[in-house]
């Protein structure tokens, strides 16, 4: 139940378009939801993230989608560029208490973006 | 704002021998992780330290791993006899006391021969 399944493991889009990456969760309590992007020989940064009280979140070019009764939430990057290209992690926590509990992470998606 | 620094960077070792990382968070920020990434899989958290004390250590592997958080400020973990499958990246994270956004260090590549 504390499983946070990601797909697909590895993804390759042309210059310009989008990227769609999708992870699910089975715990129904998880109420925060980060998307973390991951350079070579560098640790995760935050990129996005979400809470199940609203549907979608946008920030420039990236868009958190959020299904809560499928337990499925998904990240599009639009106008994919080269520089995009890194390893995506998506991550599931409970909050409680006015704070972040321990991030469960999906495997990865290696998402390359040809010029 | 200086970000998270971990040293080594890379370790490479004899199974059964000991290895020692340490972290140094960004300054003030009261919770410190640390993480286990093996190669094509997402971090796994190991310990989480809220300023000097332990919160979680559930998933720490006791009988051979330990870490500690001196003055509630650096950390080191430490792996003491160390076996091939504990071949990975390990990541230090911090976070401030009030906001969700945890800040990872670059990792220390450890591989155990």
């Known amino acids: 139940q504390q499983q946070v399944k990601q797909s697909p493991q590895s993804l390759i889009v042309q210059k310009g378009g989008i990227s769609i990456i999708n992870c699910a969760y089975e715990?129904?309590?998880?109420?925060?939801f980060p998307w973390y992007q991951q350079f070579p020989g560098k640790g995760p940064a935050l990129l996005i993230a979400?809470?199940?009280?609203?549907s979608e979140k946008k920030e420039g070019r990236f868009t958190i989608s959020f299904n809560k009764s499928a337990k499925q939430f998904s990240l599009h990057i639009m106008d994919s560029q080269p520089g995009d290209s890194a390893t995506y992690f998506c991550?599931?926590?409970?909050?409680?208490?006015?704070?972040?509990?321990?991030?469960?992470f999906g495997k990865g998606t290696k998402l390359s973006v040809k010029p | 704002e200086a970000g998270v620094a971990q040293s080594p960077r890379y370790k490479i070792i004899e199974k059964r021998q000991s290895v020692a990382f340490w972290c140094n968070p960004i300054?003030?920020?009261?919770?410190l992780y640390w993480y286990q990434q093996i190669l094509g899989q997402g971090p796994k958290l190991l310990i989480q330290?809220?300023?000097?004390?332990?919160?979680?250590d559930s998933q720490l592997p006791k009988d051979r791993f330990s870490a500690e958080r001196l003055k509630g400020v650096d950390s080191t973990l430490k792996i003491q006899p160390a076996k091939l499958e504990d071949s990975a990246v390990y990541l230090c994270?911090?976070?401030?006391?009030?906001?969700?956004?945890?800040?990872f260090g670059p990792g220390t590549r450890l591989t155990v021969l």
């Open positions: 994270a911090s976070r401030p006391g009030g906001p969700d956004t945890q800040y």
């Open positions: 715990n129904t309590a998880f109420d925060y």
């Open positions: 979400i809470r199940p009280d609203v």
């Open positions: 991550a599931a926590s409970l909050y409680y208490g006015g704070s972040q509990g321990n991030l469960i």
């Open positions: 300054s003030g920020h009261a919770t």
């Open positions: 330290f809220q300023n000097n004390g332990v919160v979680d």
